[in-house]
């Protein structure tokens, strides 16, 4: 797919029902290009704003009914939000020489969905990362944690929606995390290989980086909390809160990971012929030896892609068909010099066990893109009922999202706006940014 030139007008599909997609339909939306937006079946009620439903859950193992649903509203492009879709290879069934699909292929999506792969290719290419093994039965692994002295990470090597990873004090820690992977299969088949690396110690990054195949464009830094507690203590998360851009990356600190980690990433996957085509995010922990890379995921981060869209200035959608098209290096875009602070509000149980079905207030109505704010709710697990009330649906349900000159005041603003939203049981953390707003402190 390649040299397809954008329409006037462009009917888009966008893929995926969370608050990311959320944040990129906001921003579709405000494109000049846009003629209608579809959004999935069980989208939220936020996206359902933005959108039209489509009129049956998107779905490949329904690919003839959509192929035909498709061509009888003129769908022209498709934006794949979540790891899911690009698994199944999504891309690969739905793309063809007149319509573009925003996202990798099965195969180049395969950094995320197998992190024994990702592992492989991070070696083959000498990508700075953590040392670890790649264990595939329940004694090895326990054998492996039970001989080592130091601390380390057991991960599923499937997808996981961000809960797969466990950080680990101890070897009875160690071997609690990998049971849950291999014994009693929390989850899923998604266990049935585990990682085991070395813990390493540092602050962790996000860097997203757009990819046509050839030119790469990383986008501004981010950084994070997935932990569920305040001062990071507690399970991992699909991720508490966000805030961009991080000021611990400088402009040739960039370079080097362009250089060091994004350029040996896609050439690597080149030389096995898969062509990466989408968005490559790359988590790394900046350590005392240098960064070196957690994970690779490929497609927006959640919640990154709230902070990143309240800052992106441009026509996303133009954007995204060059990326799909091969011609990024002609898009035009830039940030808003201000920072962006996302804080989650969650529901109470979470990343466990919860009650859905609990009346929301305190929203903002979120406008169909072209007047300018500063503050955002971008829903995520949200369901708007028959009688016009909004309910929750999921854990992470709210992400509150706010410009500020600083982090301080970007983080404060979010925290504040975060304590608007109203359900029972409803909770979210008020330290988003504390390490680097600590660190300042000291400092200071």
């Known amino acids: 797919m390649s040299f397809l030139p954008l329409p006037e007008?462009?009917?888009?599909?966008?893929?995926?029902?969370?608050?990311?997609?959320?944040?990129?339909?906001?921003?579709?939306?405000?494109?000049?290009?846009?003629?209608?937006?579809?959004?999935?079946?069980?989208?939220?009620?936020?996206?359902?704003?933005?959108?039209?439903?489509?009129?049956?859950?998107?779905?490949?193992?329904r690919k003839y009914y959509l192929e035909r649903w498709m061509a009888q509203e003129k769908i022209g492009f498709i934006v794949i939000g979540p790891e899911g879709p690009?698994?199944?290879?999504?891309?690969?069934?739905?793309?063809?020489?007149?319509?573009?699909?925003?996202?990798?292929?099965?195969?180049?999506?395969?950094?995320?969905?197998?992190?024994?792969?990702?592992?492989?290719?991070?070696?083959?290419?000498?990508?700075?990362?953590?040392?670890?093994?790649?264990?595939?039965?329940?004694?090895?692994?326990?054998?492996?944690?039970?001989?080592?002295?130091?601390?380390?990470?057991?991960?599923?090597?499937?997808?996981c929606a961000g809960k797969g990873v466990t950080v680990c004090k101890d070897k009875d820690e160690a071997a609690i995390a990998v049971r849950k992977c291999m014994e009693s299969k929390e989850f899923g088949d998604a266990g049935s290989s585990v990682v085991i690396e070395e813990r390493l110690e540092g602050q962790e990054v996000s860097v997203l980086a757009l990819v046509d195949g050839r030119t790469i464009t990383l986008l501004d830094t981010c950084q994070d909390h997935k932990q569920v507690g305040e001062g990071d203590t507690g399970p991992n998360t699909g991720g508490m809160g966000a805030f961009c851009p991080t000021p611990l990356m400088s402009d040739a600190?960039?370079?080097?990971?362009?250089?060091?980690?994004?350029?040996?990433?896609?050439?690597?996957?080149?030389?096995?012929?898969?062509?990466?085509?989408?968005?490559?995010?790359?988590?790394?922990?900046?350590?005392?030896?240098?960064?070196?890379?957690?994970?690779?995921?490929?497609?927006?981060?959640?919640?990154e892609t709230q902070v990143l869209m309240a800052r992106f200035q441009g026509d996303l959608l133009k954007t995204?068909?060059?990326?799909?098209?091969?011609?990024?290096?002609?898009?035009?875009?830039?940030?808003?010099?201000?920072?962006?602070?996302?804080?989650?509000?969650?529901?109470?149980?979470?990343?466990?066990?919860?009650?859905?079905?609990r009346v929301i207030t305190g929203l903002l109505p979120l406008d169909s893109g072209g007047a300018e704010s500063d503050q955002w709710m971008f829903q995520a697990s949200t369901k708007l009922e028959k009688r016009k009330k909004i309910v929750t649906t999921g854990g992470r349900v709210v992400g509150a999202t706010c410009l500020g000159k600083t982090l301080a005041q970007a983080s404060a603003l979010a925290t504040n706006l975060a304590g608007s939203v109203k359900f029972e049981g409803a909770f979210f953390r008020s330290d988003i940014g504390h390490r680097i707003l600590r660190r300042r402190q000291i400092k200071a």
């Open 9 to 61: 007008k462009v009917n888009v599909l966008l893929v995926g029902s969370g608050g990311r997609e959320h944040a990129l339909a906001w921003r579709i939306r405000q494109s000049p290009h846009l003629g209608k937006l579809w959004v999935d079946n069980n989208a939220n009620a936020g996206l359902l704003a933005l959108g039209t439903a489509c009129p049956e859950e998107f779905t490949l193992k």
């Open 86 to 159: 690009l698994a199944d290879g999504m891309v690969d069934a739905l793309a063809t020489p007149d319509r573009p699909v925003f996202g990798p292929t099965r195969a180049a999506a395969r950094l995320e969905w197998d992190k024994a792969y990702a592992k492989t290719i991070m070696r083959q290419t000498s990508i700075p990362t953590a040392e670890g093994r790649v264990l595939t039965t329940l004694s090895a692994a326990l054998a492996y944690v039970t001989e080592r002295d130091e601390p380390c990470v057991v991960k599923a090597t499937g997808l």
């Open 253 to 303: 600190d960039l370079q080097l990971i362009a250089r060091d980690v994004f350029v040996p990433a896609v050439d690597g996957l080149r030389r096995q012929g898969i062509e990466f085509r989408g968005v490559l995010f790359v988590g790394l922990m900046l350590t005392h030896a240098g960064p070196k890379v957690l994970e690779f995921n490929c497609r927006f981060g959640d919640p």
């Open 320 to 357: 995204l068909w060059l990326t799909a098209t091969g011609r990024l290096e002609e898009a035009e875009f830039d940030f808003d010099p201000r920072v962006a602070c996302s804080v989650i509000v969650c529901s109470d149980g979470y990343p466990g066990p919860i009650e859905k079905g």
